[in-house]
């Protein structure tokens, strides 16, 4: 199909991928936990335009680059991991009532996402060999492939990201009643994010 080697693998392959804890997950849960459906939404398109810019990048041969100058790659590590650490620390230091770490409009949701995602350059080398294994040499139909690729990521994305809006968001009203609990949970979530940061700096 389009040159892809058994198309039902890779669609579960990237489900199985969205299932994994990470800085994306979080930032889901914590915009729709803050912002409602609108915020968890505008997250999970921010999570799928990151993802789509690193799957190009690394059809690019971005990937390559980084490989060949380390330090490009250890840079752009760098960023992402102080950015993630900035966050959790925010959200750790705020106090009981204060405004949102994250930001209430739609728009600001979804740039932190997009963030969170394209700044984890290990996105990219993950791309760059997850790809050849899905794609047909003998049927490969060249940027058509790549394509439908994208787009079968993007759907399922978008699809993963409303089911986890959804539930967070049935949740998060039952949790807002108790304003201990949401604090409790929002640093939680700060450490994570505090967590992820300092593991991508420390990842060689």
Partial sequence: MFGIVDYGAFAIAIIVFLLIPGPGNLALITSTGKGGIGGGLAATFGVIFGDQVLMWLAVAGVAALLGTYP??????QWLGAAYLAWLGGKMILAKQ??????????????????????????????????????????????????????????????????IVVMLTHFL??????????????????????????VKLALTR
Avoid: C, W
């Fill in 71 to 76: 330090a490009a790659f250890q840079a752009v």
């Fill in 172 to 197: 998060a009203e039952r949790l807002r009643a108790n304003p201990i609990i949401s604090t409790a949970l929002e640093k939680l979530a700060g450490v994570f994010l505090l967590g992820f940061g």
């Fill in 97 to 162: 009532g204060s405004a949102p770490i994250l930001q209430i409009r739609p728009h600001h949701y979804l740039r932190q996402a997009f963030m969170i995602t394209l700044l984890n350059p290990k996105a990219i080398v993950f791309y760059m060999a997850f790809f050849p294994l899905f794609v047909d040499p003998v049927r490969h139909q060249g940027m058509t492939t790549f394509a439908v690729m994208a787009m079968t990521i993007a759907a399922l994305t978008f699809a993963y990201g409303f």
